[in-house]
């Protein structure tokens, strides 16, 4: 829940808005679904100590099809955000000796 909050805080400072936090269903979990203007956007965040491609490379074809199934299934709850474009980020936390944010638009399409 570190990871979330501080990517939470991070989107918030760059006028994201907050729509989910922790969106779950049978298929798996979104961390954060957010609006950026009128992009709603999927986002996975994934805290680490240091080197930040492990943390990439955690997310597997197969996390992916559950980002997507998901994100398909908040869609079918919330008709209200079915006319918006979707785009799924993500957000990657190293803190090894300072705090860093590597935020990844469009991660995967």
Same mark, same amino acid.
């Given at each position: 829940?570190?990871?979330?909050?501080?990517?939470?805080?991070?989107?918030? !400072?760059?006028?994201?808005?907050?729509?989910?936090?922790?969106?779950?269903?049978?298929?798996?979990?979104?961390?954060?679904?957010?609006?950026?203007?009128?992009?709603?956007?999927?986002?996975?965040? !994934?805290?680490?100590?240091?080197?930040?491609?492990?943390?990439?490379?955690?997310?597997?074809?197969? !996390?992916?099809? !559950?980002?997507?199934?998901?994100?398909?299934?908040?869609?079918?709850?919330?008709?209200?955000?079915?006319?918006?474009f979707t785009r799924f980020?993500?957000?990657?936390?190293?803190?090894?000796?300072?705090?860093?944010?590597?935020?990844?638009?469009?991660?995967?399409?």
């Amino acid at each position: 829940m570190r990871g979330e909050d501080l990517a939470l805080e991070y989107l918030l !400072k760059k006028n994201y808005r907050l729509v989910a936090r922790n969106f779950h269903s049978a298929g798996g979990e979104i961390d954060l679904i957010m609006l950026d203007d009128d992009i709603l956007v999927f986002i996975e965040v !994934k805290f680490r100590k240091t080197d930040p491609q492990t943390a990439l490379s955690s997310i597997s074809r197969s !996390k992916q099809r !559950k980002l997507y199934e998901t994100a398909g299934v908040f869609l079918s709850r919330y008709p209200e955000y079915e006319s918006y474009f979707t785009r799924f980020d993500v957000i990657v936390i190293t803190s090894n000796t300072e705090t860093s944010f590597y935020h990844l638009e469009s991660a995967f399409s």
